[in-house]
């Protein structure tokens, strides 16, 4: 019996260890100040003091890169200092108040006290920012960052500038940071979630099985019919062909690739920066699935080429 005893405590004690690590590594398991928080690269110098301790707190509460709230910040009022309507008193003609610029409607759903002074106000940026940052987390950030900003403002040149901002902000191309951010960019590398592990395990199950054009398996399959038939079986539908797998999107910056990134290039008869002809699975370090070409298996290959059109990310797309 006491050895029975001690199992099953050291069972209790393994699992809270573990409870802990994934506290710590999942945005909005109940520990987001965990979350990598990026260095302030070059231009963070003209963010007024007060909203650049309101960014990195509310990055910090919700799990969201500082960056990212400071770069809507600054395309939405620069930072409180624009000169547009809405931003200190009443609203743009899109309806749209505040610095952060809420809609009425989106604002009663998620606005928050801030500063906890017993109101919720639109135009203080100590309740605007965290009710951006609650908002954003709804929507999917960070794993789904782009996803999120889109439903910001139905825009694609929006999110891109917003991006491109927050990289700016972060000092994309730094050093790792002291608190341990492997890449100060916009994106927070976490581990698989359960659809992307999911396609990988399945995809690692077929290495070995020959390549034949048109195939999705069983026995055999091509570069989309791999990957395709990898999130079916994790629950998650994509397109058949590479060219429409790519247009599916989300859309993933290089160097923010994640294990169950699709990897693009431009490849093959016919293909182009538009319509891509092949298509792996990343799986960390470098490194895809892929069924390359007639004469080949399903293997693992490094994906740095110059062929190298980019990456999207289908796991985003579930719900």
């Not at 500082?66 to 931003?87: F, Q, T």
């Not at 699975?281 to 490094?302: D, E, F, S, W």
Request: aromatic share 8%; net charge neutral.
């Amino acid at each position: 019996m006491p050895l029975v005893i001690g199992a099953f405590v050291g069972i209790l004690v393994l699992m809270a260890v573990l409870v802990a690590v994934i506290g710590a590594v999942i945005p909005g398991s109940g520990n987001a100040g965990a979350t990598c928080q990026p260095q302030a690269g070059p231009g963070t110098e003209s963010i007024p003091a007060t909203y650049l301790a309101l960014y990195r707190k509310a990055g910090a509460e919700y799990g969201i890169g500082w960056n990212v709230l400071a770069a809507v910040g600054k395309v939405e009022s620069d930072h409180g200092r624009g000169p547009g309507s809405g931003i200190r008193t009443g609203t743009n003609s899109a309806g749209a108040a505040g610095p952060m610029q809420f809609l009425a409607e989106t604002w009663k759903a998620f606005g928050v006290d801030g500063d906890n002074d017993g109101r919720r106000n639109i135009y203080d940026p100590a309740d605007a920012i965290p009710a951006a940052a609650r908002y954003l987390h709804h929507n999917g950030a960070p794993d789904k960052i782009r996803a999120a900003l889109f439903q910001y403002n139905h825009s694609d040149t929006y999110v891109d500038s917003l991006l491109a901002q927050a990289r700016a902000y972060a000092g994309h191309g730094a050093a790792p940071d002291s608190d341990g951010c492997a890449d100060p960019g916009v994106f927070t590398v976490v581990p698989p979630g359960k659809a992307a592990a999911a396609a990988i395990a399945f995809a690692r199950a077929q290495l070995g099985k020959p390549y034949a054009w048109g195939a999705a398996g069983p026995n055999a399959f091509d570069c989309s019919g791999l990957v395709y038939a990898a999130y079916r079986a994790a629950g998650v539908t994509i397109p058949r062909v590479s060219g429409d797998q790519w247009r599916h999107g989300p859309h993933i910056p290089t160097g923010h690739e994640q294990p169950g990134d699709l990897v693009f290039f431009n490849s093959g008869p016919g293909t182009s920066a538009r319509n891509p002809g092949h298509v792996g699975l990343v799986i960390g370090a470098g490194k895809m699935i892929a069924a390359p070409h007639t004469g080949t298996v399903v293997q693992i290959q490094p994906y740095t080429r110059p062929s190298l059109l980019g990456f999207t990310r289908p796991a985003a797309a579930r719900p």
